[in-house]
């Protein structure tokens, strides 16, 4: 199948020539002649599934042969609603290019710098615009917004507004659009209140599921390194002594884990930014300009920074530490493999990180090797099995490959290794290193949603509730 098929305009296609694209997606051949059609749409879709055009298009296409008025001030047509800054400016970047044949005006609007540039914008008038839900919020308060003329509303990665506590500003939202509206839901996973969430804003929707929850991309060759939190620092270095590692996107869990692995990195001549919430918006985009162009060879991001992150060729992600929630692991390993691509994924285990592994591979349903390159380092003075210190007698050089052999085996129980931790079930927008909710599914096995802190403060303790799958809740829809 061609784009052609699909029934786009020529402004459109000619960009997406100029832009190279060949051939849909499988999101994209199904989704894009469902909006073409005006019906809402339920997608089940992760960021690298092409995710974006699949909206992008058919909108841009609706809107551009509407009559446009002649004289009059443009209005919002089309609001794309997303949950980080990253993202959104992804968004806009998209839309500019794939109307780029047409006469559409597009702006994107976003916390953490000022708003007098933008609220200029929209006072010269806009077609589309690109917002996260705080901004958006204050904007529409101090009245330089007006949604009265809305006629498609598009809520990109709806899990992820849950996990990073913006669902009620987003229900704010959605509370001052007009009834009368195409609407478009995409999220990675349905835990209950997204369900809830999506019924208040779809009717009679058409549901589009790509990739299967809980998978990883089958191009991205995954290794662990089983290791004492001392010597990760060691080991990081040691890894990215290989010269043909051009770029390398490092995940830690905190801000301050970020600055540190910068400084250490700095420290041996070695080109490193961090990208995290501490940071202000205009030092985040530089960063992420410098790792695209080469000029950075190490970028070391926490997981709420990073949901914006697509950098072709990325060919190493590394897990510094290790995500508590194990749908957080699949999204940061997503940052590779992209497109068909190949890619490698290396994670750096300590003990209290055992119990993490063990919950990845049950959600993946696939057990990670561990690496064999280890460079000069000593075997983990832990039992990888458990994560407890190893008994004496199990102290010697052996141990290594029995360890190995008990690590393959398939791990029983649904998460009760995992530690207390006394902070689950509380969020806050600006803390990277909040703990991740326990109810997310994730759709994982090309790119995963993202990283998560809870949106339920009933799920706190060892237990979390059962997750639901996309294709339970499509069956009982259907």
């Known amino acids: 199948m061609n784009f052609e098929s699909l029934g786009l305009i020529e402004p459109i296609l000619k960009a997406l020539q100029k832009e190279g694209y060949e051939k849909p997606t499988p999101i ?118 007006d949604l009265k003329h809305l006629e498609i509303f598009i809520l990109d990665e709806a899990d992820r507004m849950l996990d990073m506590g913006f669902i009620h500003d987003v229900k704010k939202v959605i509370a001052k659009l007009p009834q009368k509206r195409q609407s478009l839901f995409f999220s990675a996973t349905m835990p209950p209140e997204i369900q809830r969430l999506s019924s208040t804003i779809l009717t009679n929707p058409l549901k589009v599921e790509v990739t299967p929850p809980a998978t990883t991309a089958e191009k991205i060759n995954q290794s662990i390194y089983y290791l004492d939190k001392a010597d990760k620092k060691t080991m990081l270095l040691h890894v990215l002594s290989d010269h043909t590692i051009e770029r390398a996107l490092v995940f830690t869990r905190t801000k301050h884990g970020a600055n540190k692995v910068v400084k250490d990195l700095q420290s041996k001549g070695i080109t490193a930014e961090a990208i995290h919430g501490n940071k202000s918006q205009n030092a985040r985009q530089l960063a992420l300009k410098n790792f695209k162009n080469k000029a950075t060879r190490v970028l070391v991001a926490t997981d709420i920074a990073a949901r914006g992150i697509d950098v072709d060729d990325l060919t190493h992600v590394i897990n510094y530490e290790i995500p508590n929630v194990a749908e957080t692991y699949v999204h940061r390993i997503g940052r590779t493999g992209r497109a068909g691509a190949s890619g490698i994924a290396i994670s750096f285990c300590e003990a209290e990180e055992v119990s993490y592994i063990k919950d990845i591979q049950k959600l993946t349903g696939l057990i990670i090797p561990q690496g064999e390159d280890r460079g000069q380092l000593p075997k983990p003075s832990f039992d990888i099995t458990k994560g407890v210190p190893a008994p004496p007698e199990h102290s010697g050089r052996g141990q290594r490959q029995g360890q190995g052999q008990r690590h393959g085996a398939p791990r029983q129980g649904g998460g009760g290794g995992r530690k207390p931790n006394n902070h689950r079930g509380q969020h806050s927008r600006s803390n990277d290193n909040r703990p991740k ?37 499509f069956k009982r829809s259907n």
């Open 28 to 145: 994209q051949e199904q989704a894009i002649p469902i909006v073409l059609n005006g019906r809402d749409l339920l997608g089940c879709a992760q960021t690298g599934t092409g995710k974006t055009a699949a909206f992008a298009l058919p909108v841009i296409q609706l809107l551009h042969q509407k009559q446009q008025p002649q004289n009059g001030k443009r209005v919002i047509q089309a609001l794309v609603l997303t949950p980080t800054r990253e993202l959104a400016i992804q968004i806009e970047e998209s839309f500019k290019a794939y109307g780029n044949f047409t006469k559409l005006q597009n702006l994107v609007i976003f916390g953490g710098v000022g708003q007098f540039p933008q609220t200029q914008a929209l006072k010269r008038g806009v077609d589309v615009l690109i917002a996260t839900p705080g901004r958006l919020l204050d904007l529409m308060n101090q009245g330089f917004v």
């Open 437 to 473: 909710s326990d109810q997310r599914t994730s759709n994982v096995r090309s790119e995963s949603p993202s990283s998560a802190a809870s949106g339920n403060s009933s799920s706190a303790g060892d237990n979390p509730p059962k997750k639901k799958s996309w294709s339970s809740f």
